[in-house]
């Protein structure tokens, strides 16, 4: 093994949304001599703070200046506008670098699978998410806000973010960035009633307590549920009773008072109806949605071990929108696994490894990525910390091998004549962003193509 005078590790990091940062930031602590290279597809850093966080939750995204000061550390470079697969491939990676981390998070939707699901107006949770972020690979996506009514299949807080879009006064929305051309077609909205539906009930429902609250304060909307989806079975009760479980109990004080809003219909407000033990069936529909048939089910079987039983008896709802939010995929590279159902990078304790189930010595995996979409932005913190701890276990692999890491990468990219971007690159446009929203009243006015961002440099 080489000295610690003469051995620099090189380390390459494919994605730059908070795992990819808080990977370099563990690597940087971690009083090894490293040369950390954060490689990103888009022009702009950030992942899920940029384009995942809703647009008006804007004290959540301030999470971007730590991740600021990570980027300007000495020993980290960012390349944005560079993708992995196409502009340089993973061999070429595994050849100039020690190791390589994926910390490219889940960018997919999953599907229901289900009749009609290709129906003009039925949308899976990420592309609308996408759209309404400013994300310059949704921007050609299409959504008709001219139907009263729009149902939205989860119960997570990302379908509570789509809810608060739909249901958002315009001005409201101006006051979010938004881009300006999601808020034009937005200002064209006509939706009344919005329907948010779960495949199980109120104390399984995943939404996090501050959404769920948040939902309630909203102008000129009434949040009701139906009374009978709280009177809770034996299992449900005792799930609910458990000492752990605080995030059910806090829920379903919540879910309480949204009873005392059932039988209130008032022209002037817009409804939300909060539903559970519907299962979809079937979207319906002449090449455009018209219709979503549910079945309503029941749970049975212990506490924590309950399962959905269909009842036969099926619910139709009329809508002429609708989202999915059921789940993620995470990214797929060519010569990687992704375990089923979640799609997430096949891994044994953040080690990658191959269709054998053997370790792929070198690459690692972070973040949603690696365990699935859970948890807040903060524990992909804990997440990245345990994957370092992973790759210094196997330094002594790594050490007697030479990397050109960076330097050998700047080489392969200037003679392919391929235009990344900087950090400085990055600010310059993050600037006439900010420059820009200030003008209109928002935070910023992103810019919705990599062609407008690029220009800027």
């Known amino acids: 093994m080489k000295s610690a005078n003469n051995f620099t590790f090189q380390v390459a990091i494919v994605g730059s949304g908070p795992s990819g940062f808080y990977v370099a930031e563990a690597l940087v602590n971690s009083g090894i001599s490293t040369e950390i290279t954060i490689l990103e597809r888009l022009p702009c850093p950030y992942g899920l703070v940029r384009y995942g966080v809703a647009p008006d939750h804007q004290k959540l995204k301030s999470v971007s200046h730590t991740l600021d000061a990570i980027a300007e550390h000495p020993s980290v470079t960012f390349l944005g506008n560079l993708e992995v697969g196409k502009d340089i491939q993973i061999s070429e990676l595994m050849e100039l670098y020690h190791v390589v981390v994926f910390t490219t998070g889940m960018p997919g939707s999953s599907l229901l699978g289900i009749n009609g699901e290709n129906l ?269 701890d992973r790759i210094l276990e196997d330094l002594t692999i790594f050490a007697d091998h030479s990397a050109l890491g960076r330097n050998g990468l700047m080489s392969i990219l200037k003679v392919r004549n391929i235009q990344y971007v900087t950090f400085d690159d990055w600010k310059i446009i993050d600037a006439i962003e900010i420059e820009k929203g200030q003008k209109l009243g928002k935070p910023r006015e992103k810019f919705t193509s990599v062609s407008g961002m690029l220009a800027c440099i």
């Open 120 to 388: 003009i107006g039925v949308h899976p949770s990420s592309t609308f998410v996408g759209w309404y972020n400013g994300h310059p690979d949704y921007q050609t996506q299409s959504f008709d806000f001219g139907h009263d009514t729009a149902i939205i299949i989860g119960h997570g807080n990302v379908a509570i973010d789509i809810c608060r879009v739909l249901t958002k006064s315009i001005d409201e929305l101006r006051k979010s960035d938004i881009p300006d051309s999601a808020l034009e077609v937005l200002s064209e909205n006509k939706i009344k009633n919005v329907h948010l539906i779960g495949r199980r009930g109120p104390v399984q429902a995943k939404f996090t307590t501050k959404e769920l609250h948040e939902l309630g304060k909203l102008e000129n909307c009434n949040v009701s549920i139906n009374p009978k989806f709280l009177k809770l079975g034996t299992a449900c009760q005792q799930e609910l009773d458990e000492i752990s479980n605080q995030l059910a109990r806090k829920n379903h004080v919540i879910f309480q008072t949204y009873i005392n809003n059932f039988k209130e219909k008032n022209a002037d407000k817009k409804q939300i109806a909060i539903d559970f033990m519907l299962k979809p069936k079937a979207f319906k529909g002449d090449k455009k949605l018209q219709s979503i048939i549910f079945e309503e089910s029941h749970l049975e079987g212990t506490a924590f071990k309950q399962i959905s039983v269909l009842s036969n008896r099926l619910l139709e709802i009329s809508c002429g929108l609708a989202f999915t939010s059921v789940g993620l995929k995470g990214a797929k590279f060519d010569g990687l696994f992704n375990d089923s159902p979640k799609e997430t990078l096949s891994n044994v304790n953040s080690r990658l490894v191959n269709d054998h189930g053997d370790i792929i010595y070198g690459m690692y995996a972070a973040g949603w990525v690696k365990r699935g979409p859970n948890g807040v932005i903060g524990t992909n913190r804990e997440c990245a910390q345990d994957t370092v």
